[in-house]
Nanobody, 129 residues
Protein backbone atom coordinates (compact mmCIF):
# COMPACT_ATOMS: atom_id res chain seq x y z
CA UNK A 1 0.00 0.00 0.00
CA UNK A 2 1.10 3.54 -0.74
CA UNK A 3 0.21 6.66 1.22
CA UNK A 4 0.48 9.99 -0.52
CA UNK A 5 0.73 13.45 1.05
CA UNK A 6 0.69 16.61 -1.05
CA UNK A 7 2.20 19.93 -0.05
CA UNK A 8 3.17 23.26 -1.53
CA UNK A 9 -0.17 24.69 -2.53
CA UNK A 10 -1.04 28.30 -1.90
CA UNK A 11 -2.08 31.62 -3.36
CA UNK A 12 -0.23 33.12 -6.30
CA UNK A 13 -0.88 35.89 -8.79
CA UNK A 14 -1.56 35.17 -12.43
CA UNK A 15 1.68 34.72 -14.31
CA UNK A 16 3.45 33.44 -11.23
CA UNK A 17 4.90 30.05 -10.37
CA UNK A 18 4.26 27.42 -7.75
CA UNK A 19 5.54 23.93 -7.09
CA UNK A 20 3.42 21.25 -5.48
CA UNK A 21 5.01 18.11 -4.15
CA UNK A 22 3.81 14.67 -3.18
CA UNK A 23 5.59 12.47 -0.67
CA UNK A 24 4.94 8.73 -0.83
CA UNK A 25 5.37 6.15 1.87
CA UNK A 26 6.51 2.60 1.26
CA UNK A 27 9.57 0.97 -0.25
CA UNK A 28 8.07 0.28 -3.67
CA UNK A 29 7.57 3.83 -4.90
CA UNK A 30 9.59 3.06 -8.03
CA UNK A 31 7.00 0.44 -8.99
CA UNK A 32 4.37 3.13 -9.51
CA UNK A 33 3.59 5.51 -12.29
CA UNK A 34 2.45 8.80 -10.80
CA UNK A 35 -0.11 11.32 -11.87
CA UNK A 36 -1.42 14.74 -10.95
CA UNK A 37 -5.09 15.59 -11.21
CA UNK A 38 -7.04 18.69 -10.23
CA UNK A 39 -10.58 19.52 -9.30
CA UNK A 40 -12.11 22.98 -9.44
CA UNK A 41 -15.33 23.84 -7.59
CA UNK A 42 -18.33 22.41 -9.36
CA UNK A 43 -16.22 20.50 -11.87
CA UNK A 44 -15.06 16.95 -12.24
CA UNK A 45 -11.55 15.90 -11.33
CA UNK A 46 -9.38 16.16 -14.43
CA UNK A 47 -6.03 14.83 -15.54
CA UNK A 48 -3.07 17.21 -15.44
CA UNK A 49 0.15 15.23 -15.89
CA UNK A 50 1.65 11.77 -15.49
CA UNK A 51 5.11 10.23 -15.31
CA UNK A 52 6.34 6.66 -15.68
CA UNK A 53 8.02 4.76 -12.85
CA UNK A 54 11.48 5.64 -14.16
CA UNK A 55 10.68 9.24 -15.01
CA UNK A 56 11.58 8.52 -18.60
CA UNK A 57 8.22 9.40 -20.07
CA UNK A 58 5.74 12.12 -19.23
CA UNK A 59 2.39 13.25 -20.54
CA UNK A 60 0.44 16.47 -20.06
CA UNK A 61 -3.05 17.74 -20.56
CA UNK A 62 -3.22 20.23 -23.42
CA UNK A 63 -4.30 22.95 -21.00
CA UNK A 64 -0.98 22.82 -19.10
CA UNK A 65 1.45 21.69 -21.78
CA UNK A 66 4.45 24.01 -21.95
CA UNK A 67 3.66 25.55 -18.55
CA UNK A 68 3.76 22.61 -16.11
CA UNK A 69 6.52 20.08 -15.57
CA UNK A 70 6.17 16.80 -13.69
CA UNK A 71 9.24 15.14 -12.20
CA UNK A 72 10.07 12.47 -9.65
CA UNK A 73 12.89 11.43 -7.36
CA UNK A 74 12.68 7.72 -6.59
CA UNK A 75 15.44 7.97 -3.98
CA UNK A 76 13.32 10.45 -2.02
CA UNK A 77 9.91 8.93 -2.85
CA UNK A 78 8.64 12.25 -4.18
CA UNK A 79 6.89 13.53 -7.27
CA UNK A 80 6.68 17.23 -8.07
CA UNK A 81 4.63 19.44 -10.30
CA UNK A 82 6.28 22.72 -11.26
CA UNK A 83 3.66 25.17 -12.44
CA UNK A 84 4.70 28.29 -14.35
CA UNK A 85 2.73 31.05 -16.07
CA UNK A 86 -0.21 30.26 -13.86
CA UNK A 87 -3.70 31.37 -14.90
CA UNK A 88 -6.84 31.90 -12.81
CA UNK A 89 -8.33 28.84 -14.49
CA UNK A 90 -5.60 26.72 -12.90
CA UNK A 91 -7.26 27.31 -9.53
CA UNK A 92 -8.21 23.93 -8.08
CA UNK A 93 -7.39 21.31 -5.51
CA UNK A 94 -4.44 19.35 -6.85
CA UNK A 95 -4.20 15.63 -6.13
CA UNK A 96 -1.36 13.22 -6.70
CA UNK A 97 -2.11 9.61 -7.48
CA UNK A 98 -0.21 6.36 -7.82
CA UNK A 99 -0.73 3.61 -10.35
CA UNK A 100 1.07 0.26 -10.05
CA UNK A 101 2.99 0.05 -13.31
CA UNK A 102 6.59 -0.53 -14.36
CA UNK A 103 5.90 0.02 -18.03
CA UNK A 104 8.04 2.56 -19.83
CA UNK A 105 5.07 4.15 -21.51
CA UNK A 106 1.90 5.85 -20.38
CA UNK A 107 -1.21 4.18 -21.72
CA UNK A 108 -4.71 5.57 -21.77
CA UNK A 109 -5.37 4.28 -18.27
CA UNK A 110 -2.70 6.66 -16.97
CA UNK A 111 -4.84 9.58 -18.12
CA UNK A 112 -7.97 8.51 -16.25
CA UNK A 113 -8.94 8.73 -12.59
CA UNK A 114 -10.00 5.09 -12.74
CA UNK A 115 -6.48 4.04 -13.66
CA UNK A 116 -5.02 4.98 -10.29
CA UNK A 117 -4.91 2.91 -7.15
CA UNK A 118 -3.98 5.43 -4.46
CA UNK A 119 -4.73 9.11 -3.91
CA UNK A 120 -3.52 11.90 -1.69
CA UNK A 121 -5.77 14.27 0.20
CA UNK A 122 -5.11 17.21 -2.13
CA UNK A 123 -3.60 20.67 -1.83
CA UNK A 124 -5.31 23.92 -2.76
CA UNK A 125 -3.84 26.12 -5.48
CA UNK A 126 -5.43 29.52 -5.98
CA UNK A 127 -4.40 31.86 -8.79
CA UNK A 128 -5.63 35.42 -8.49
CA UNK A 129 -6.18 37.66 -11.50
Amino acid sequence: QVQLVESGGGLVQAGGSLRVSCAASGRTFSSYAMGWFRQAPGKEREFVAAITWSGGNTYYADSVKGRFTISRDNAKNTVNLQMNSLKPEDTAVYYCAARLSTRDYLGSASLSRRGYDYWGQGTQVTVSS
